[in-house]
């Protein structure tokens, strides 16, 4: 199934990344850019499947009976045009999610861990170039390079050395709009990434249950990927295609994190980001 931001969360999640643009030249007396990712598979975790749904519904769907999201029985049995809006409703009103998984583009892969709030989140992305820690509290974003991040940005491991040294383990601060550092933040952004994440790119098809991840599920299929969906709670389970997995679970559990104390931040402007 491909999203508006993914080829099953593939394509244009990396594209996000990718198009990122690489370092600024040593002249612009600037730290760097953002990268060009590409890391390794990683598992994936068992799913927790709360009883029930958020009844936050959108009125648009629960106007109509067949469509709202199930408090008890299987969607099993419905058409996929009702299954695919339960669960994009159903995605829609969680409160937080933990997605986690492994995307590519062509020779390009990441390898991400996060989870999200409606007013945040934090977690993990690991590429070839580096990994890197993001948060989000509202419209500000935190952002924790490795060392091999700036590495991989830099000409020289001169160039390098000094910007770690100036750094000095601390996050970086940014914002949801900057154009370079922002899309970082997106993968730690519930509003900005999963509620668009379960677009089909053409007609969806059901496929034949199974369990996913330990969930009873029913898939959906775009012919692109599959879309795995809770059979209890119309939750996503999985986003499939190929090699390429997105698993979500622990739904309503996540709290928006907290931000770091100032001693450990440094204002990404002040380094010419």
Do not use: H
């Not at 799913?47 to 629960?62: E, G």
């Not at 922002?182 to 007609?203: C, I, R, V, W």
């Amino acid at each position: 199934m491909v999203g508006k931001r993914s080829g099953v969360g593939a394509v244009a999640l990396m594209a996000l990344v990718v198009g990122c643009g690489g370092p600024k030249d040593a002249g612009d007396d600037a730290l760097g850019s953002t990268p060009t990712p590409a890391p390794s598979q990683s598992s994936v975790p068992t799913p927790v499947r709360p009883s029930t749904v958020a009844t936050d519904t959108p009125s648009a769907i629960l106007d109509k009976p067949t469509i709202g999201v199930p408090s008890s029985g299987s969607v099993a049995g419905l058409s996929a045009k009702v299954i695919l809006a339960k669960t994009q409703a159903a995605a829609k009103a969680a409160t937080s999610v933990r997605m986690k998984g492994a995307v590519s583009d062509g020779k390009e892969r990441m390898v991400l861990d996060v989870r999200v709030t409606k007013n945040g989140g934090q977690g993990s992305i690991t590429t070839s170039d580096g990994g890197m820690s993001v948060m989000v509290i509202g419209k500000t974003a935190y952002l924790k390079m490795s060392n091999k991040f700036w590495q991989s940005q830099t000409k020289s491991k001169a160039e390098a050395d000094a910007i770690v040294g100036l750094i000095a383990g601390r996050w970086i601060k940014t914002t949801m709009s900057d154009k370079d550092l922002g899309n970082f933040a997106l993968f730690a952004s519930k509003a900005e990434f999963f509620d668009t994440l379960f677009e089909p790119s053409g007609a969806v098809k059901k496929t034949a249950p199974k369990t996913v991840d330990g969930v009873p599920a029913i898939g959906l299929g775009d012919g692109d990927g599959t879309l795995w969906v809770d059979t209890a709670t119309a939750r996503p389970v999985s986003l499939e295609s190929g090699s390429d997995k997105l698993s979500f679970s622990e739904y309503n559990q996540v709290t928006t994190p907290k931000a770091p104390p100032a001693s450990q931040v440094i204002d990404g402007k002040a380094l010419g980001m």
